[in-house]
């Protein structure tokens, strides 16, 4: 419970929820079913791309190719279906095949050369959607199989099925992290390279692992959002830049690797589909959105940088004042992050 | 020919060569041919060869190649990419990136659209109004890492969602029609012979003032150092921060050069220019010999970068390659050029601690004689 307390999305997730509980009051939309359906939908489909993320930032890298991987599977799912009659079944496994591939040449470039992530992602990632584009000459694919379509709409009353996909990649991908060999390898060589290294691990290998699975979940996010849009377009994945790095982010990832928290991160999507509707709601202009979302970024780097800073010096303080440093750190966190602390 | 590479001993070598201690880099590497070879000199040389080879394979394969018309509309576009790749690489010498040029070049064209199509600004005015603007909107990124202590990558991130969807949402998508006949010659008249844009004596005007900040002035030296080892910069007496802010604001002015050039040939504006800025900005920089470590610049090697850059788009739309493959080209171009050069790099620090040990073998056998 104290864990959850200190958590750095937490004060995020109250004052979401406060404002959403707020939005439903004031206006009658916003707490529609429908609605909430829709929210719950499109946090699902960021919670996967932000996980996408979230396994490469562990390893101590980034990934500036979670969009192109997505464009080209979508596109090859598309491609194997509308144009080869592929069984769906079979054409999502290839895709989803596809996908980690282009992860795992991610990964083998960058442990070979020792370059940055950064640079071989851009590059790659670049050639990804150009890939996509050239096949289709721009034109998607209009006939998404009726499968996906029903599985990304479907809904119990409020509840999207998508979320239990999210809730799914979720808990592997935090199970894995901290309990299969290679999930620890990854935060062992993402929090500290050297030490990792002479301890028998392999930096190779856990590039490779991360980046892979990192293809893998963007192949995921591809397949709901071709059943949201009903259509296969190259087009995918081209503004999956800041929603990757964002829900991370603000669900309290380290940039630096050696940590990851994933039901943050699934706390960080819900809310920033959430602020996205509101503002839609209030009729706001969606480039808004946008802006919103750089902003929080940089306040939720902010709040885990501040929060970082007080724990330390709680630390320094003596370790029987150290419950009151933790308090402080999340208390300052909170501030940091423009809202007001929350009673504990 | 402004082809000085001016390079400080770094202490992070890719390859794992051991630290440079040894004074100015590689000038002592620049003996001999292999030494010439992997000396930042090679990056310039290799470009010009592969410019040339370019420029003869799709002079004889295209039809249309080498046309006045066609050398003009390569000259417009390499003279905004050597800008943009100026202005990534500013930061890149700092050890830093800039993931916001487009979002600062967007922020720039919506004010030179609004000002002059709305209010009606005269020219020079609105010029001089979004250059300072590029530099505030870069400077406040700059405070932004200085006070936060967060890496230039998150922060430029973070504004490059914040200045791309601000500047779309202050100006609510609108289009601008920009009809200054000023603003048209200077992006689609013609210099000196009908096969030269204009744009491009911007580009080299550009070129020649960063040379002359890194090559003449103290600050420019200290950029160097700041990207070299920053540490050890501040150390020795550099004030960072200020060195730091003084690049971001370079890095923003060149931003908004950019932005003013583009807006020159396209006439109609909006504030989703510079949406795909990104990629050109960064493959000037690997392909001109830039080192993403920081610590060295070459400026000839970002223009002719351009130039080689944008003549391989130009021959592949000519040979009727479908303009879609267009982005796997820019891609397979920019993982070539890091792929070669951090190749280079690790041969050249081998070539360098080969030398030194050959250096202390030699003294050690002379010392006990």
């Known amino acids: 419970m104290s864990q959850v307390l200190r958590a750095k999305w937490l004060p995020l997730l109250v004052a979401t929820v406060v404002a959403g509980i707020v939005l439903g009051i004031e206006t009658k939309s916003f707490g529609a079913s429908f609605n909430v359906y829709v929210i719950l939908q499109t946090a699902a489909f960021d919670a996967v791309v932000g996980l996408a993320q979230m396994v490469v930032l562990a390893v101590g890298d980034m990934s500036l190719a979670v969009g192109g991987i997505g464009g080209l599977v979508t596109i090859a799912i598309g491609n194997a279906v509308d144009v080869h009659h592929w069984p769906v079944a079979a054409a999502v496994v290839a895709g989803l095949v596809l996908g980690t591939l282009c992860g795992v040449v991610n990964g083998v470039i960058i442990a070979r050369t020792q370059l940055s992530g950064f640079i071989v992602t851009l590059a790659t990632g670049s050639a990804f959607t150009g890939i996509a584009y050239g096949v289709t000459s721009a034109i998607p694919y209009s006939s998404v199989p009726s499968s996906i379509v029903s599985l990304s709409q479907g809904r119990a009353s409020f509840f999207p099925y998508l979320l239990l996909v999210a809730f799914g990649a979720t808990a592997l991908v935090g199970a894995a992290l901290r309990w299969l060999p290679d999930g620890r390898t990854v935060l062992a060589v993402g929090g500290n390279r050297d030490a990792a290294t002479l301890s028998g691990l392999s930096r190779t290998r856990a590039l490779v692992v991360a980046h892979g699975s990192s293809g893998l979940l963007a192949g995921v996010a591809a397949v709901m959002y071709m059943g949201v849009l009903q259509s296969a377009t190259p087009a995918t994945g081209t503004d999956w830049l800041i929603i990757s790095f964002a829900v991370p982010i603000i669900g309290g990832t380290a940039l630096t690797g050696g940590e990851a928290s994933s039901v943050g991160g699934l706390i960080a999507a819900v809310v920033l589909a959430t602020i996205n509707d509101a503002l839609i709601v209030l009729n706001v202009n969606t480039n808004a959105v946008e802006m919103a979302e750089g902003l929080l970024i940089l306040a939720a780097v902010l709040a885990g940088q501040v929060g970082r800073l007080a724990s330390l010096q709680g630390r320094g303080r003596g370790a029987g004042r150290s419950r009151q440093g933790r308090r402080s750190a999340s208390d300052t966190a909170a501030r940091g992050s423009g809202l007001e602390p929350v009673a504990q | ?368 004689a």
Not at chain 2, 141 to 169: C, D, P, R, W
Not at chain 2, 263 to 273: G, P, Q, R
Request: charged fraction near 10%; include cysteine; proline fraction near 3%.
């Open chain 2, 1 to 368: 020919m402004k082809s000085t590479t001016r390079e400080l001993p770094t202490t992070r070598e890719p390859g794992g060569g051991p630290p440079g201690r040894d004074g100015p880099g590689v000038a002592s590497v620049r003996r001999g041919i292999v030494g010439w070879l992997v000396s930042g000199q090679s990056s310039v040389v290799g470009l010009v060869l592969l410019t040339v080879v370019t420029w003869t394979i799709f002079g004889t394969v295209g039809s249309g190649f080498l046309t006045s018309f066609n050398l003009y509309s390569i000259g417009q576009l390499a003279a905004r990419d050597a800008v943009l790749g100026m202005a990534q690489a500013i930061l890149v010498v700092m050890a830093r990136m800039n993931l916001a040029v487009g979002s600062v070049g967007a922020i720039c064209v919506s004010l030179l659209g609004y000002m002059l199509v709305d209010a009606h600004i005269a020219l020079p005015l609105a010029i001089l109004v979004i250059v300072v603007a590029g530099v505030l909107a870069s400077l406040l990124m700059g405070v932004v890492e200085l006070k936060t202590g967060l890496s230039s990558f998150i922060v430029t991130l973070a504004f490059l969602s914040a200045y791309g969807g601000g500047a779309l949402l202050l100006t609510r998508n609108a289009n601008y029609e920009i009809t200054s006949s000023v603003l048209g010659r200077l992006g689609s008249g013609t210099l000196v012979s009908a096969a030269v844009c204009p744009l491009v004596a911007v580009a080299v005007v550009c070129g020649v003032v960063v040379w002359l900040v890194y090559n003449k002035t103290a600050i420019g030296w200290k950029m160097l150092a700041v990207g070299a080892n920053e540490r050890a910069a501040r150390a020795s007496g550099v004030n960072t921060p200020r060195v730091l802010l003084a690049g971001y604001a370079l890095s923003g002015l060149l931003c908004a050069v950019a932005a003013l050039m583009e807006a020159s040939y396209e006439l109609n504006v909006n504030a989703s220019l510079g949406t795909n800025w990104l990629l050109p900005s960064f493959i000037a920089v690997v392909l001109g010999g830039v080192a993403l470590a920081g610590g060295d610049i070459t400026v000839a090697g970002i223009l002719l970068a351009a130039l080689f850059y944008d003549s391989l788009q130009s021959g592949l739309t000519i040979l009727n390659v479908p303009s879609y493959w267009l982005d796997l080209a820019e891609g397979l171009v920019l993982l070539a050029a890091v792929v070669a050069d951090q190749m280079r790099r690790r041969r050249q620090s081998r070539v360098r601690h080969e030398r030194r040990q050959r250096l202390t073998v030699a003294g050690g056998s002379a010392s006990p």
